[in-house]
């Protein structure tokens, strides 16, 4: 193996997972409204959608008309408008996904929750974030926290890097074995 062979690869498992994306909500422009069925629901997209841990959210719509609401579990299921997480009104909203678990929103026109305008996203653990070919999680079968504390998303962020470092660790460690042994056989 060259040289510039190993430093590639080197080079790729450090960036394996680690770019975030932005996902427009829906995949359109047009997605943050009343649905005109089940089968258009939000939660239908995100079920078929996979986020990690960096991502960021981003809404398009009427700042006029609508907003977007992040709210608690229990307001999600209720539709309960008077106590949001965070609002967004101004027509774009943008919400980074700093933790794995359920982020849950709500429309905050009055009526529009009632009748399915309201997401469900589920951000994967870096655990499951590897695991690229199995399904992502139903958003609607998900019971976990609606919020996670802020320290945990100093945690992930700490653990990715440790993990990136030992990751680098390991494999320089394996390359200096691989060219120890190359040099004995090569002055033998």
Known sequence: MSSSSL????LLFINIGSEAREHLVGGNTKAWKVPSSTSESLNQWAGATRFQVGDSLVWKYDGEKDSVLQVRREDYLSCNTSSPVAEHKDGTAVVK????????FISGA???CE???KLIVVVMSERHALR?????????????????PTSGALMVVQRKG??????????VGVVLRVLDGQRRIWNL
């Open 97 to 104: 996904l700093h933790w794995s678990g359920p982020y849950y």
């Open 132 to 148: 690229r070919i199995s399904p992502a999680p139903s958003p609607m079968e998900y019971d976990g926290p609606s919020i996670a």
């Open 110 to 112: 009055e009526g529009a």
């Open 7 to 10: 430093l590639f690869l080197i």
């Open 115 to 117: 009748k399915g305008e």
């Open 162 to 171: 440790l993990v990136a470092a030992l990751v680098v660790l390991g494999t």
